[in-house]
């Protein structure tokens, strides 16, 4: 296995390695934190884990502190090399934990959704919710390794697929014209199997990533622009009590970002409209359900405690009259929460007409 990206950053060096076939084996002195659904697999193979069930009822700090407790049962030390293998809920969980537990220890990263292989592998942050607030409290704290093993898409649901690529053109998207154009080139856009094409795939949006990642690690500017379509998404997740997944979410989130700031007509912002339209139309018949029901006070109330707001001013992403993300605060009010009402609204209509 070679490194495929080597990421470097204040905190750490480490290297992504996208691998051309699937892992079968664990290394030795190994402590794995899996998600509940690969339990099997590891339990074959080691006896020194910990599963948990990979819902947003469990990214909490009451997990964590569960985590640390059986890496302490299995007198995990700093000679012990902590696995990760699951989605972003067990990334979150792992990060945290690993980087409290004796103050430190390394781990290892192996995603298992769409979404950790094009996104969230790089840039070591962690997020932990408090009650119905998404990502409230969480750290950076970078893997040594990620181990990139795409076999694992042909276990994912469609919508778990539409969570994954979301968070990949959100990214190439925000890192330019180069970036963005080679992702929707790729056939693997639009049907993500396992495959050369889904590798190269993986290694455009992480090296968009990078980027980011490496100018602006603490999370002050440039990174930041990353977070289009998130301060609505994370609103709607909690507003639909996480009836959408977070990449769904993400995906209306830009959608409503784009109305918000009126920017439909501009070129590249259209063609993101029409692959966020393409891809979220698979799971329109839940998105439907989740929307009728849908709280908008609670929406109102999780738009405003969003963790990127500041000095009672709303912060958004959106695109600018030439197409580029830039960072805008609003003042709370009256108006400025229906325009974001309407804008997302519409956004819901795009997809569901």
Avoid at 157 to 179: N, P
Avoid at 194 to 209: F, N, P, V, W, Y
Avoid at 254 to 264: E, P, R, V
Wanted: glycine content about 8%; hydrophobic content about 40%; some cysteine.
């Amino acid at each position: 296995m070679g490194c495929e990206i080597e990421i470097q950053t204040s905190s750490n060096k480490y290297c992504v390695e996208i691998l051309p076939e699937a892992i079968t084996d664990l290394v030795e002195k190994v402590f794995v934190i899996v998600d509940e659904r690969f339990r099997p697999w590891v339990s074959s193979r080691t006896e020194s884990f910990v599963s948990i069930e990979a819902n947003e009822s469990n990214k909490s700090l009451a997990v964590v502190e569960q985590i640390c407790a059986a890496m302490a049962s299995s007198n995990v030390n700093k000679d012990t090399k902590v696995w990760g293998i699951g989605g972003g809920v067990i990334q979150d969980l792992t990060t945290m934990a690993t980087s409290i537990y004796k103050r430190g220890v390394g781990w290892v990263y192996v995603p298992t959704t769409l979404a950790g292989m094009l996104d969230s592998c790089v840039g070591g942050k962690s997020s932990i919710n408090i009650g119905q607030t998404k990502n409230l409290v969480g750290n950076i704290y970078p893997p040594a390794r990620v181990l990139i093993d795409s076999s694992y898409v042909s276990s994912l649901s469609v919508e778990r697929l539409v969570d994954g690529l979301s968070e990949g053109v959100k990214i190439t998207f925000a890192r330019g014209d180069d970036s963005f154009n080679e992702f929707l080139d790729n056939p693997a856009s639009i049907e993500p199997k396992d495959g050369e094409s889904l590798r190269e795939l993986i290694a455009t949006t992480l090296r968009g990533k990078q980027w980011f990642v490496e100018v602006d690690e603490k999370d002050q500017k440039e990174r930041r622009l990353l977070n289009f379509g998130h301060t609505f998404g994370h609103a709607l997740e909690g507003a639909s009590n996480f009836s959408i997944s977070h990449g769904v979410a993400v995906a209306i989130g830009m959608l409503a970002a784009i109305n918000f700031s009126q920017t439909q007509e501009v070129a590249r912002v259209r063609r993101l409209t029409e692959y966020c339209q393409q891809i979220l139309n698979p799971v329109s018949y839940g998105l439907s359900q989740s929307a009728e029901k849908l709280d908008w006070s609670e929406f109102q109330r999780l738009m405003v405690k969003d963790k990127k707001n500041s000095d009672g001013q709303i912060h958004l992403i959106t695109p600018d009259t030439l197409g580029n993300l830039v960072e805008s605060r609003f003042e709370t009010s009256t108006g400025i929460f229906s325009r974001i009402e309407e804008s997302t609204k519409t956004a819901f209509e795009m997809v569901l007409s």
